[in-house]
C-alpha cells in the first residue's frame, strides 16, 4: 500500500528566505510522487510530478524537489519565498498497479505562510 | 483549453436530503475521480472510472454514495438522505488513460463546497 506523510502542517517563512516542505512517502514498489498546490476557494494544481529518470525535478513557479529513494522522501523547495506562494501544499503518491492503480493517496497538507 | 468543471459550486442541504453534484472533465481525458476533503479526513479518494470499465467504487463512505458516468464525459456524484458528516468539498480530477500510463497526473476541478444543516 502506499501513503505520504507530511511533516509540519504549517510553515512560516519570510519573503525572500528558502521554503522547505517536507513529504516521505511509503511504497512497495517505484513511486509515481506529486506534489499540489491549493490556494483558497480553488482546486488543486500541479506543481511537479517525479516518474522515473531524474531524480531532481523542476516545476512552475520556482519549485523543485527531489527524489530520494535511500530515505524515501520527496521534499519540496523554492529558494527565494515570494508573498503568492502563501497556500496549502499537497505531497501524494500515486497507485500504481493492481486495484490501486490510478489514485492519488494524499498527505495531510502543510500550509504555508509568507511574511512580508 | 477547458479545465475541469464543477457545479454547484456551493451547495447548502437540509439534513436528510439527497444531492447531486456534477463534474466536466476535460475534453479526451478517459479517466475520472471523484476525492473529498474534510477538516477531519484530509483528501480522500472516493471512486474512479476509466474508460468503459467497472469503475473503482472501493472509496465510497457509505451506500448512500453512488456515482455514474454518462458517455464516457460527464460524472454526477449522488449522496443521498444527506448527513452533516457528509460536510466537505468535493473535487473531481481527470486524466489520460491510466492502464495505458499510470504516471499521467490528474486535473483538478475547484471543487463543490457541500454544507448540511
Known amino acids: 500500500a502506499q501513503s505520504v506523510t507530511q511533516l509540519g502542517s504549517h510553515v512560516s517563512v519570510s519573503e525572500g528566505a528558502l521554503v522547505l516542505l517536507r513529504c516521505n512517502y511509503s511504497?512497495?514498489?517505484?513511486?509515481?510522487l506529486f506534489w499540489y498546490v491549493q490556494y483558497p476557494n480553488q482546486g488543486l494544481q500541479l506543481l511537479l510530478k517525479y516518474t522515473t529518470g531524474a531524480t531532481l525535478v523542476k516545476g512552475i513557479n520556482g519549485f523543485e524537489a527531489e527524489f530520494k529513494k535511500s530515505e524515501t522522501s520527496f521534499h519540496l523547495t523554492k529558494p527565494s519565498a515570494h508573498m503568492s506562494d502563501a497556500a496549502e501544499y499537497f505531497c501524494?503518491?500515486?497507485?500504481?498497479?493492481?486495484?490501486?492503480?490510478?489514485?492519488?493517496?494524499f498527505g495531510r497538507g502543510t500550509q504555508l505562510t509568507v511574511w512580508p | 483549453g477547458a479545465g475541469v468543471s464543477q457545479s454547484p459550486s456551493n451547495k447548502v442541504t437540509e439534513k436528510g436530503k439527497d444531492v447531486e453534484l456534477r463534474c466536466d472533465p476535460i475534453?479526451?481525458?478517459?479517466?475520472l475521480y471523484w476525492y473529498r476533503q474534510s477538516l477531519g479526513q484530509g483528501l480522500e479518494f472516493l471512486i474512479y472510472f476509466q474508460g468503459n470499465s467497472a469503475p473503482d467504487k472501493s472509496g465510497l463512505p457509505s451506500d448512500r454514495f453512488s456515482a455514474e458516468r454518462t458517455g464516457g464525459s460527464v460524472s454526477t456524484l449522488t449522496i443521498q438522505r444527506t448527513q452533516q458528516e457528509d460536510s466537505a468539498v468535493y473535487l473531481c480530477?481527470?486524466?489520460?488513460?491510466?492502464?495505458?500510463?499510470?504516471?499521467?497526473?490528474?486535473?483538478f476541478g475547484p471543487g463543490t463546497r457541500l454544507t448540511v444543516t
Open positions: 501524494a503518491v500515486k497507485g500504481s498497479r493492481g486495484s490501486t492503480l490510478g489514485r492519488l493517496y
Open positions: 511504497s512497495s514498489v517505484p513511486p509515481y
Open positions: 475534453s479526451g481525458h478517459t479517466a
Open positions: 480530477a481527470s486524466s489520460l488513460a491510466v492502464r495505458a500510463r499510470p504516471s499521467y497526473e490528474q486535473y
